[in-house]
């Protein structure tokens, strides 16, 4: 008798489209398309077998379309892999991935539709399909998407990063040379969510700069962040604290082995967070009795605190730490547009949506709000908090 196979045990497919236009110094995904390509077809598509097809500077918007068609109409697992600029047709205001023959003025007849994208998958059965994007906007689009104004999303799980990219912010590719890393050297092929989270954690990208798609990075193991159905999802993008902090110029006790730090991204990944949070706590001791409470160096082991305690998956506790950290850190004198103040004060915004007690956020969003007030961040910031308060607020009135 047959027997009928699931989707997922089908052979896969996946699709690799990359594209520079020609703009001033665009992201070099061209460059990083031989390193995705090298990595076995089923290892890309997450499949026992598959077969890859790659469009490197395609100039065509027809020719990508029929790609995508053919990668459609497979059963088994799907990844879409798109690198490239994005561009808006002006007249319609749609989102466009720009090819290699685009310019301002040809966007709706030399770019790919990005609905065009959506349009092709949706008839695929859910769960099976994959989109990963390493991706650069100018300051207008970017900011639209920042804002939810425009939106990549679909019917496939989104994944990847979106990079300012103006005069003074070049993008690089850095999210797909990680991707393709970790592709070729993992053990097992990790799963769509531990894969980007990994690779959004070893990219070496500018946060501020640069818009995560889909959930935002953790930790691998970490279950993410689940918000109760009462708490609003940030209406500004706040970019995903990363997991291990930079280290402090002074030096810190051996408080385990020779390298802190070290010791502390041991136990954290293994799950011993009461051990990583012991051993940066001890260095904050030492810290507070070498340079006083109002010292940069205390922020610092705080703020690893924090970051320990987010993956152990204590929101609150996070937030309030890095609210403490940027606190010190004005204290201390660093300015208001410090990177290291807007850092703090952003990974508590992100931290703060994360908590789902109402009491909770209303009490860490009132020490938030008030720090909005000197740490503006980004455009929205400020009315994202209010926003917030309020809807709690009278959600709390009985």
Do not use: F
Request: with cysteine; proline share 9%; charged share 20%.
């Amino acid at each position: 008798m047959a027997t009928s196979m699931r989707p997922t045990d089908r052979p896969g497919y996946a699709l690799l489209i990359a594209a520079e236009p020609a703009v001033r110094h665009p992201l070099a995904v061209t460059a990083m398309l031989p390193q995705l390509a090298a990595v076995p077809p089923a290892r890309l598509a997450g499949a026992p077998h598959a077969s890859a097809v790659q469009l490197a500077s395609p100039d065509d918007a027809n020719t990508v379309l029929t790609a995508v068609r053919t990668a459609a109409a497979v059963e088994g697992p799907l990844l879409v892999y798109v690198a490239g600029h994005l561009a808006v047709d002006h007249r319609q205001h749609r989102l466009h991935l720009a090819l290699a023959r685009t310019t301002s003025r040809t966007v709706r007849y030399t770019a790919l539709p990005w609905h065009w994208l959506a349009t092709e998958l949706q008839h695929r059965a859910p769960g099976t399909t994959t989109v990963v994007a390493d991706l650069a906007a100018a300051d207008d689009i970017w900011q639209t998407l920042v804002q939810q104004e425009q939106t990549l999303d679909g019917p496939y799980a989104l994944y990847g990063a979106v990079q300012l990219h103006d005069r003074r912010h070049r993008p690089r590719p850095s999210y797909t040379n990680a991707l393709a890393h970790i592709l070729r050297t993992a053990p097992a092929r990790p799963t769509a969510d531990d894969l980007h989270h990994q690779a959004a954690r070893a990219a070496v990208l500018e946060e501020a700069t640069t818009l995560w798609l889909g959930p935002a990075p953790s930790s691998p193991g970490h279950p993410g962040p689940v918000d109760a159905p009462a708490v609003d999802a940030p209406a500004v993008d706040i970019p995903a604290p990363r997991t291990e902090p930079a280290r402090p110029a002074a030096p810190v006790p051996a408080a385990a082995e020779d390298d802190p730090h070290h010791a502390i991204s041991q136990a954290s990944q293994a799950g011993r967070h009461a051990e990583a949070a012991a051993i940066a706590a001890a260095c904050e001791q030492a810290a507070l009795r070498q340079h006083g409470a109002a010292s940069t160096e205390v922020a610092h082991w705080i703020e690893v605190r924090a970051v320990i305690a987010l993956e152990e998956g204590a929101p609150d506790r996070a937030c309030q730490l890095w609210l403490q950290a940027a606190v010190i850190r004005l204290t201390a004198g660093q300015p208001e547009t410090h990177p290291d103040v807007t850092g703090a004060v952003d990974r508590a915004h992100y931290a703060w949506h994360r908590v789902t007690d109402p009491r909770r956020v209303r009490e860490l969003g009132t020490e938030l709000s008030s720090l909005r007030s000197q740490v503006t961040g980004k455009s929205g910031a400020r009315e994202d908090v209010q926003r917030r308060l309020a809807n709690i607020s009278r959600a709390l009135q009985p």
